[in-house]
């Protein structure tokens, strides 16, 4: 029986697992990732791009008023996703 490919959202958890990241920060990385996602319309990372990030994160900052930390919170989150995951 083959194995069906991973969910973008599973591999993140793998990837986060491997290199010991605590379980809270899984679950933030997840979270951000998840509303990234979601806000582009369910759009898959892999075609988008700076300014998707960009966006995503001034509609944090201007609609949701959110504060800085968390603003970067959600940055980082989304870099890992390109960076450690997308290998991008």
């Known amino acids: 029986m083959e194995q069906r490919p991973k969910k973008l959202l599973e ?4 990837v986060i697992r491997v ?3 605590s379980y ?3 679950k933030t ?3 951000w990732i998840r509303r990234y996602i979601l806000f582009h319309n369910k759009r898959h990372p892999k075609d988008m ?3 998707e990030i ?4 001034t509609h944090l900052a201007v609609n949701e008023n959110v504060a800085a930390s968390t603003q970067n919170q959600a940055l980082h989150a989304v870099l890992f ?3 450690e995951v997308l290998k991008q």
């Open 49 to 51: 791009g700076s300014a």
């Open 54 to 57: 960009e966006a995503f994160l």
């Open 29 to 31: 990385y997840i979270y």
């Open 19 to 21: 290199k010991h990241y």
């Open 24 to 26: 809270q920060t899984e």
């Open 11 to 14: 591999q993140v958890q793998d």
């Open 81 to 83: 996703l390109y960076k």
